[in-house]
């Protein structure tokens, strides 16, 4: 019988195109599967760039959450519209609803049409929302452990809402009138440009925007050498910036020629045009996915809040350069009153990788102000980055290591194909120190757990011996929490406890007790495996790096 999945992204043009390669893990999970896409009607000119797909279903959810938000309509008139929007999808049966749009609205939706495997945001028995399925679960947490995250957003989405399996590149139609329209453009009555360069000047936010005069540099640097033309792309938004980065162009001496196409594009077009151009030099937006889609090599500006280890392009072919800062990425929710991150990238350099990812130089010199990073696969057919050119802080980036085969081999059940760490940790002896001291707390916890669950099938219940027992629980637990989340063989264990320990999917005391005895054994068992593949690791180095003992003539005799 066939398989019916249900998708649900209506967010951003980017996380739309990063879905492509969960529908092939599906399809490869289950060869006749049959997926629908639910998207926000103002995307779905997107989905449809997407193989693989039933059907794209369209609902106006920004409508929908202003109508929340101002409350022009009465809730019981909401919920009584969305429920009878979404009766046909309840009537379909899904085997499997995949939510990868984290709020509380899709979260409802996804419960009310119901499937007996959900994976995302759903709704608990009380409406508030929890996530199902340990991957989905790692990227909504995945803010309290940025430095330590080797997993994109795109090998978030396929592992979670499938599973392990093949490699697999993003993919996006070029559709038929998209390519013609760009060949038309791109006609110049200069026959010598062979490598157009696109160049993406803003985003959608200026916190992750490159300076725009930067970009007029690099491009005056790039027209120096015979045969390179560029082309302008983003929105009608971005045009002061684009001006800008044009004036800084020509005042700079730049000669090439330039074809400004922002504003004048359908999203066909774009397409078209980005398969055409031999490279994009672009901040982090969703032009870039969509220029990985179609097979154009990307070099990425990963400035601001944006961390190319979660969102940056997605498998071989492509560039990153990111600023070598202490605060750099810098938290989401923050306020840069300087943006020193974008100062760090010289405009020259870029040019000299331009040249080097189009074929026409060697890979470049680089100042200490950065770091270079090439794309690739790894040996679990996971997108990767290489470090090509700068520093990075060892412990920051052994535990990354550390962490990335951790959670791999925890939520697959599967060992890791990646190769084993040929160093130990440069805080080993410190980390081992903690490991000992954190087993004693961490079982005290799990068994005042249990015992709380016992008090609950007691009856009649005993109320205050309970409420007292939680209560200790919970300052034991307050007690440990900031030491366990502080250190790096512990912290991102310990952040995953705490979800678990607030995904309350079940009813009724007993049931609610008993989960959170599971949470508090799984952060136990984490831990404790953690501190043992620390130690073995540790080990193991040490005895490779021992000198083999001397054999005497006699006794090979």
Known sequence: MTKQV???????????IQTGPLLSRLREEWP??????????????????????????????????????????????????????????????????????FNRQTGLLASYIGSPDLRGITAGPDGSPIVQNPWLSYFTDLHRHRRFNRFNLVDLYAMGGSGPGSFSPLSVTVPADGGAWAEGFLRSPDRTIHHWIAVQVGASDVMKAWRPEYFGRTMARLSRHPGVGFVLIGTVAEADAIELAKQTYRADGGTAPILDASGQTTLNQLVGLLSRCQLLLTNDTG????AVGVGTSVIDLSVGHVDHNETGPYGPGHWVIQPDLACSPCGFDQICAHHACKDRLVPEEIANLCLH??????????????????????????????????????SAAWYADFWRRFWYEDFTGMPSQLAPVSEPAPDRDQSLVWMKEAVQPLLQLEQRARHIAALTRRHPLPVSVLQREQALLRQEREQLLPRMIAHSVSGPATVAMIRDIHN??????????DRHVQAYRRWQQRIARAGSLLSTASAQIETQRRPLPMISSAATG
């Open 357 to 394: 990812a189009i074929g026409l130089a060697p890979f470049p010199l680089w100042s200490a102000g950065v770091r270079v990073y090439q794309s690739g696969a790894d040996a679990d057919g996971l997108g990767s980055f290489i470090l090509r050119a700068g520093h990075v802080d060892a």
């Open 504 to 513: 309350d999917d079940v009813v009724g005391l007993t049931m609610l007790a």
């Open 32 to 101: 006749d599967v049959a997926i629908d896409l639910l998207v926000d009607r103002s995307f779905a000119s997107v989905a449809s760039l997407l193989t693989g797909l039933r059907q794209v279903i369209c609902c106006d959810f920004t409508r929908l959450l202003d109508d929340c938000r101002t409350q022009s309509k009465s809730l019981v008139t909401l919920m009584s519209e969305m429920t009878a929007w979404a009766a046909p999808l309840r009537a379909t049966g899904y085997d499997r609803i995949v939510n990868l749009t």
């Open 287 to 290: 032009p870039m996915h969509l």
């Open 6 to 16: 249900l998708i649900i992204n209506v967010t951003r043009m980017g996380d739309l």
